[in-house]
Each structure stands twice: as C-alpha cells, then as structure tokens.
C-alpha cells in the first residue's frame, strides 16, 4: 500500500447511539463467573490462502447473477451465517492472513485475498480472526447474552480511508468518519437497539485491536441474534462508499 501521512491522534470512540461510552482498553477486561465461552474461531478450516468465507455446498440457489451457497460456521451454540459464490461472499469470513497490506483485485474471494486482511497483522489472540462484510446475514446466538468483543479495521477500509474508495472523491479528512451499527434482536421483547462503534473520526482511525464491553448494555442480553451495518461521512444513494468491513475476534458469551 503507498505510504501516506497519517492524520494526528485523536480519540476513536465506540458508543450507544444515546451517547452511552463504552469502549475498553484494558488488557484484561473479561471477568464474571456467567461466563461460558469466548468465540476465537480457532476450529475452522481454511484454505491455502488463509481464509474462509463458505464453499459450494447442495443448498445453492440461483440469484439471478450466479449461484449462491448458504454457509455456517458454530462454535459455543453461536452461528455465524455467510453466503457463498465464486464471484464474492458476504457474512462472516474467518482468516488467519498476516499482510497488512491491500492490493485490488477482481473482488471475488480468490482473487482479492487482500480483503481478508487486517491492520494489525495478527488474530486478538490465537490464530484466526473474522472478517465482518454482512448483506443481511446474522449471528445466532440462541439466547446468549454478549459480554463484549475485540475489534480493528480491515486492511481494505483502511486503504479508502488513506487513498480514497474509487466512487467517492477524496482520502479521509478530518470531518469524515465511518463507523459500524450493531443490531441486537432479543429472544423477547422488541428490537430496535443500537448500538455503534467508530472506525474512523476525527481525523484518525483504529489501527490495533480494541475492546467493546457490551456488559452494561441490556440490549445485548437473550439475544436471538445480533446484525451489523454500516455507515459514513463517504457515501452515494446506495450507501457508504468505503468498504463496509470490521474485523472482529473473541466474543465473549454468557449462557
């Protein structure tokens, strides 16, 4: 990736849209004896590149631009829900790549391996991380409460944010942000909650991993499942422009 000067420090922030704060950067912020499992995904399989984001199964369908596989990855009663093609994927990819580096390619999952990367160049622990670029697909968590989660930016976002995303003009200033939208759907009661984590602000982004503690949210307890979105200061009348991916690892969970 070119190098370019990196905006000054600033605060990167993750909050409930109440303007709750509720980010952590201790070493060690997982505690409670309520805890069940923390979901590292080390038990999946990838292939020579280093990742996983589905593979052709009997369950494909036609979408009317190719064929299209439902895909899961479970750990701990958690799935993790991906759809698969040859030409792209959208869901929950799991990777252990260590470039930090972005290169374009044809933007299906073979030939854009780069996509798979993140910042930091390592897992939060452990080998694998997982690479968040949903279109609707969810986490089912089967009635768990989520106590938290590590995050950092995906190699790609940061590329927009350092050299622009191709569709909106322009790298990253000051006055742009982008950040990630959290939707908990309880086992009971209504939906609605959300909940946002900024990737980028005030002239700077994240560039390590960071800890969310969602152990004071009462939005995130008995969930049914949990979606991600996307939203930025770069953006068309389809959406942001910079590429909607997080990287997350360790989600802790209590049953």
């Known amino acids: 990736m070119k190098t370019k000067s990196i905006f000054a420090f600033a605060a990167i922030a993750c909050g409930f849209a109440l303007s709750f704060t509720s980010c952590s950067e201790e070493d060690n912020p997982v505690g409670g004896e309520k805890i069940t499992a923390t979901i590292g995904f080390e038990n999946a399989t990838l292939n020579n590149q280093g990742f996983w984001c589905g593979e052709v199964n009997d369950n494909g369908y036609d979408n009317g631009y190719g064929t299209s596989y439902p895909c899961v990855y479970q750990e701990s009663s958690v799935t993790l829900n991906t759809t698969f093609s040859v030409f792209y994927w959208s869901g929950y990819a799991i990777s252990n790549r260590t470039a930090t580096s972005f290169a374009f390619g044809d933007y299906s999952p073979e030939?854009?391996?780069?996509?798979?990367?993140?910042?930091?160049?390592?897992?939060?622990?452990g080998n694998n991380f997982?690479?968040?670029?949903?279109?609707?697909?969810?986490?089912?968590?089967?009635?768990?409460?989520?106590?938290?989660?590590?995050?950092?930016?995906?190699?790609?976002?940061?590329d927009a944010y350092l050299n622009g995303d191709g569709m909106t003009p322009g790298k990253f200033e000051a006055d742009d942000w982008f950040k990630c939208i959290l939707r908990p759907t309880p086992v009971e009661g209504l939906s609605g909650a959300r909940y946002e984590i900024y990737l980028a602000?005030?002239?700077?982004?994240?560039?390590?991993?960071?800890?969310?503690?969602?152990?004071?949210?009462?939005?995130?307890k008995n969930l049914k499942s949990i979606s991600f979105a996307f939203e930025s200061t770069k953006k068309n009348d389809w959406g942001p422009t910079t590429p909607a991916y997080i990287c997350i690892d360790d989600i802790v969970i209590e049953k």
């Open 111 to 125: 030939g854009m391996p780069d996509q798979f990367n993140n910042v930091t160049g390592k897992a939060h622990s």
């Open 201 to 220: 602000k005030d002239g700077d982004y994240v560039k390590e991993w960071k800890y969310c503690d969602l152990s004071d949210v009462d939005a995130f």
């Open 130 to 158: 997982c690479v968040v670029q949903p279109y609707g697909e969810t986490i089912d968590l089967n009635g768990a409460t989520v106590k938290g989660f590590w995050y950092t930016n995906s190699s790609y976002t940061e």
